[in-house]
């Protein structure tokens, strides 16, 4: 499972918790305009109920009129709505919007804002008071509909989403400039470390900011030590080059002299002793090589000009130069592999072919998505697929007729492995074999 990048969840993180902090502040908003409409729709209530109280007639109801001027209150269901109610007499007049329906405001609420049920199935805010006039008790009420005050919320609160989603929009805009300067350091890091590994620079450079800079510092500091650590191994494999050769010359001399004394047999068992020594340790100092090299950090180097370089040797060899040569390789393929690397793979594919064509050799280059794919094929006396599934290994030859010690294919699947790369032997359509080696592109 492919871990999620920093970058989405900065922004992941950022975009759930300002939503969230966005919807409880519009939460927070829709209630307190309902609070304030409510306190608004009950100031004005009580100045009404209070200019309705104010005409009371002591006397009785009869003589009531017209007591509030908002015409509201004379349309049936007209969203206004009063009553007044003589307690000990059980008269009561209502307002014209009421129609034939009663209030039934709830006593133990007196002077308080409530909801009443109201004509057609309507909801009312109300508020109702008893007051007492000469003695004698009156309970008014006055009340209005709530659809209104509801409307109003409603729309307050469908506007305040749009607002607060257009302030999450940009919220989150910043949060993404926000989040791509705070990583721009990384990213210089690793557009760095991509230099480094292709050979353009040996160390991370310029300016970094003090949170990333002791990561910087230290990944320098093993860059050097890594350097370091290269040289001295270089240096131990050519000493260990230079202490071997000279027991090997030693050798060498005494089959010299058991020849001389007649022996040739235990002279030439020597001699093939001493090649075959000198072929393996040749063999495992180039391949510690290439591995501290590939350890390193490979560059960026061209296939097509180490083919030609490699063919121009060859054809001033007495082999090379009565061959045809075909080359088929774009300039611009480009592959992560240190130069020396990739001149010594195609040197060894190349003399191979050389040794064993009859009178061709063609080497071509190609791309494929991600890769370079090298080709050397010739028209020589070929393999069986059993040979060809152990051309690869070390010391093992199939010609016996030449000389070597069989590692030329071996130390070149050795070099395509370590750097990324393959190798397959298969068989050629000019009769030999063909071997081909992929190798990862450039960066």
Same mark, same amino acid.
């Given at each position: 499972m492919k871990a999620i990048s920093l970058r989405w969840r900065?922004?992941?993180?950022?975009?759930?918790? /300002?939503? $969230?902090? !966005?919807?409880? !502040?519009?939460?927070?908003?829709? @209630?307190?305009? *309902?609070?304030?409409?409510?306190a608004s729709t009950e100031l004005d209530l009580n100045a009404s109920l209070n200019r309705l109280v104010a005409q009371i007639d002591p006397a009785g109801l009869a003589a009531f009129e017209q007591p509030l001027s908002d015409p509201r209150y004379d349309l049936p269901y007209g969203g206004l709505y009063w009553q007044v109610e003589d307690v000990q007499r059980g008269e009561v007049i209502r307002s014209p919007s009421l129609f034939d329906f009663v209030l039934a405001p709830d006593a133990a609420a007196d002077a308080a804002l409530q909801t009443l049920p109201g004509p057609a199935e309507t909801d009312l805010l109300a508020l109702s008071r008893q007051v007492s006039i000469e003695d004698r008790p009156f309970r008014v009420t006055i009340a209005e509909d709530s659809a209104e005050i509801d409307q109003a919320i409603r729309g307050?609160?469908?506007? &305040?989403? /749009?607002?607060?989603a257009l302030g999450w929009l940009a919220l989150l805009l910043a949060a993404v400039l926000q989040v791509r300067l705070g990583l721009a350091p990384l990213q210089r890091i690793r557009r760095g470390l991509k230099d480094v590994q292709a050979g353009r620079t040996e160390t991370l450079q310029g300016f970094f900011p003090p949170e990333v800079d002791p990561l910087v510092a230290q990944v320098n500091t093993m860059l050097a030590e890594q350097r370091a650590s290269l040289e001295f191994a270089r240096a131990?494999?050519?000493?260990?080059?230079?202490?071997? *050769? &000279?027991? !090997?010359?030693?050798? @060498?001399? &005494?089959?010299? *002299?058991? *020849?001389? !004394?007649?022996?040739?047999?235990?002279? @030439?068992?020597?001699?093939? $002793?001493c090649e075959a020594m000198t072929d393996r340790i040749e063999y495992q100092l180039r391949l510690t090589q290439l591995r501290l090299r590939s350890d390193a950090g490979a560059a960026s180097t061209s296939m097509a000009r180490p083919i030609e370089q490699a063919i121009s040797v060859l054809r001033k060899t007495s082999r090379g130069e009565v061959l045809h040569w075909e080359i088929d390789c774009p300039d611009n393929i480009e592959v992560r592999l240190d130069q020396h690397d990739l001149i010594e793979l195609i040197g060894v594919l190349l003399e191979n072919a050389v040794r064993h064509a009859g009178t061709r050799v063609r080497a071509s280059g190609r791309r494929i998505p991600g890769q370079a794919v090298l080709s050397i094929a010739d028209d020589g006396p070929g393999m069986t697929p059993a040979q060809m599934k152990t051309a690869q290994s070390r010391g093992v030859r199939h010609d016996e007729t030449g000389s070597g010690a069989g590692l030329g294919l071996a130390i070149a699947a050795d070099i395509a492995r370590i750097n990324g790369g393959s190798l397959e032997v298969a068989a050629s359509d000019l009769g030999g074999i063909e071997v081909v080696v992929t190798l990862p592109l450039a960066s």
């Open positions: 900065l922004l992941l993180g950022a975009a759930v918790w /300002i939503g $969230l902090a !966005l919807v409880a !502040l519009g939460l927070l908003m829709v @209630q307190l305009f *309902r609070t304030h409409v409510e307050f609160a469908s506007e &305040t989403a /749009i607002a607060l131990r494999a050519s000493d260990l080059a230079h202490g071997l *050769r &000279t027991p !090997l010359s030693a050798l @060498q001399a &005494t089959a010299d *002299r058991l *020849r001389k !004394l007649g022996d040739a047999e235990e002279a @030439q068992a020597v001699e093939e $002793l």
